[in-house]
């Protein structure tokens, strides 16, 4: 194994353990894992699995990372693009705490979660796969089919006693007969929506990529034209996978309860109430979204 070490300077205010549980949401996730201190997940750079242990010492974070190939110069910068982006770590954050200063209700939120950024998803295609395992179902059955979808199928990196896997690629999930991800869990519905759009990307029939340049309405069209995909889908997408921190999913149920009791509403609002209520928080309403998520947490006390 190879390894190495990056320092990465971070402008205060952040909070490591809150960005990642806005990332795992749920403690029994496998694949972003935290142990109280270290942050760890497989990265997939040219096909080869490398796992970075990322911790907090005062404002910087370290990361070290482990590899079976040689962390190349090239390599170590992907992989410091992949930590930066999925942290959120290079998000302004005073204009946000600037808008929540000015809102009683949103400034007692955002006061218990300072530091925390918008975290994403190393890919689209990750993005899009967590969308479809969690459609109209709890959050921990799908974090659960995640798991074992990466478990199965995703490149293995052994550290110490713990062998962790990265999340399967579009080439790594081609091969894969239907039938084996049906046993993971999945519908038959699922299982076409995930085949269906890894064979897409392989095969160089969707570029999601380009989708980086494209609004947020562009991106809409493009991702509900694929195969499983909805409005909360490709909003989800736009929030998680693209970073698009101005949308507030509003067909997320969770995201609706949560809101109906921020605001003290007496139903749960419907999805246009939801983006009425929530416009004049933009350009910030999926931060809105991740710290009510967190609210959510503690309240379970699993932070």
Same mark, same amino acid.
């Given at each position: 194994m190879h390894e190495a070490t990056l320092t990465l300077p971070v402008k205060p205010p952040f909070r490591l353990d809150l960005t990642v549980w806005v990332l795992?949401?749920?403690?029994?996730?496998?694949?972003?894992t935290w142990d109280g201190n270290t942050y760890r997940r497989v990265f997939t750079i040219d096909g080869r699995p490398a796992l970075a242990k990322v911790h907090q010492k005062t404002g910087d974070l370290v990361v070290k990372l482990k590899s079976s190939g040689t962390i190349t110069y090239k390599r170590r910068t992907e992989l410091e693009k992949l930590v930066r982006r999925t942290l959120g770590l290079d998000v302004n954050l005073e204009p946000f705490y600037k808008l929540t200063a000015t809102d009683q209700t949103l400034e007692s939120l955002t006061r218990q979660f300072v530091g925390v950024r918008p975290p994403r998803f190393p890919s689209i295609f990750e993005t $899009?796969?967590? @969308?479809? @395992?969690? !459609?109209?179902?709890?959050?921990?059955? =799908?974090?659960?089919?995640?798991?074992? $979808? *990466?478990?199965s199928?995703?490149?293995?990196?052994?550290?110490?006693?713990?062998? $962790?896997?990265a999340f399967p690629e579009p080439q790594d999930i081609v091969v894969v007969d239907e039938s084996s991800l049906? !046993?993971?869990?999945?519908?038959?519905?699922?299982?076409? @929506?995930i085949s269906?759009? *890894?064979?897409?990307?392989?095969?160089?029939?969707?570029? $999601?990529?380009?989708?980086?340049? @494209?609004?947020?309405?562009?991106? +809409?069209?493009?991702? !509900?034209?694929?195969? =499983?995909?909805?409005?909360?889908?490709?909003?989800?997408?736009?929030?998680r996978g693209l970073g698009r921190i101005n949308v507030f999913p =509003?067909?997320?149920?969770?995201?609706?309860?949560?809101?109906?009791?921020?605001? =003290?509403?007496? +139903?749960?609002?419907?999805?246009?109430?939801?983006?009425?209520?929530?416009s004049k928080w933009n350009p910030y309403a999926g931060l809105i979204y991740f710290h009510l998520l967190l609210g959510k947490l503690r309240e379970k006390e699993l932070i």
């Open positions: 795992r949401r749920r403690a029994k996730n496998s694949i972003d $899009l796969v967590n @969308a479809i @395992a969690c !459609q109209q179902v709890s959050l921990n059955v =799908g974090i659960l089919l995640i798991n074992r $979808l *990466a478990d199928f995703g490149k293995p990196i052994v550290d110490g006693e713990m062998t $962790l896997h049906k !046993q993971l869990g999945f519908s038959y519905q699922k299982v076409r @929506a269906s759009l *890894a064979y897409a990307i392989a095969n160089n029939d969707v570029d $999601l990529k380009a989708l980086s340049a @494209a609004s947020n309405d562009q991106v +809409m069209a493009v991702l !509900q034209s694929l195969r =499983g995909i909805g409005r909360w889908s490709a909003e989800y997408v736009l929030l =509003g067909d997320d149920i969770g995201g609706q309860n949560n809101l109906q009791r921020l605001l =003290g509403l007496d +139903m749960r609002p419907s999805y246009e109430e939801l983006r009425r209520l929530t």
